[in-house]
T-cell receptor, first 109, second 113 residues
């Protein structure tokens, strides 16, 4: 079983749609959780950290369920510029960042 | 201003050759990393250095040797390149350890023929 699992997609959605990505992690002792965004042929960039109480940044909402070892990212009112791969990232109890393989999002006009 | 830079951006070489990739960060960070992203887009840590000292070596073949001449630079030397080494190699840096946000370089696309 992979340490961080994501649905690879692609998710093809029209502009303005709401889309949700899910992620599960295997190490219950994981410390911190993040969503990174990676555009085609570019480097990953931090989108947002994920806190236990859930957190929002504009159109993006992240949720964490430690009991189920599950992380989600919700994007509202999708824009064309949201098209990218979204990487679920977990910092494990040895302090390493473990990356999921990413979920690809394609927003069309 | 480029925060984390890598050279070269592209590297095409023959099996058996030795090559180096350079990384520099101008953010004043203490910790630097090398990651490998394979053809399936799986991004995996290879090495971590903190203040020029090796912290993590993730079961990487000893053909890969990182070198940190100072805390702003972390280079990666690869001996006897193999087909399976073809990947994108990303350098990253963070202010102090894993808890901080990591900033990635633009990547070096290595193709071994």
């Amino acid at each position: 079983r992979k340490e961080v699992e994501q649905d690879p997609g692609p998710f093809n959605v029209p502009e303005g749609a709401t889309v949700a990505f899910n992620c599960t992690y295997s190490n219950s002792a994981s410390q911190s959780f993040f969503w990174y965004r990676q555009d085609c042929r570019k480097e990953p960039k931090l989108l947002m950290s994920v806190y236990s109480s859930g957190n929002e940044d504009g159109r993006f909402t992240a949720q964490l369920n430690r009991a189920s070892q599950y992380i989600s990212l919700l994007i509202r009112d999708s824009k064309l510029s949201d098209s990218a791969t979204y990487l679920c990232v977990v910092r494990d109890n040895t302090d390493k960042l473990i990356f999921g393989t990413g979920t690809r999002l394609q927003v069309f006009p | 201003d480029t925060a984390v830079s890598q050279t070269p951006k592209y590297l095409v070489t023959q099996m058996g050759n030795d090559k180096s990739i350079k990384c520099e960060q101008n953010l004043g960070h203490d910790t630097m990393y090398w990651y490998k992203q394979d053809s399936k887009k799986f991004l995996k840590i290879m090495f971590s250095y903190n203040n020029k000292e090796l912290i993590i070596n993730e079961t990487v073949p000893n053909r890969f040797s990182p070198k940190s001449p100072d805390k702003a630079h972390l280079n990666l030397h690869i001996n006897s390149l193999e087909l399976g080494d073809s990947a994108v190699y990303f350098c990253a840096s963070a202010k102090q350890g894993w808890g901080e946000t990591q900033y990635f370089g633009p990547g070096t696309r290595l193709l071994v023929l």
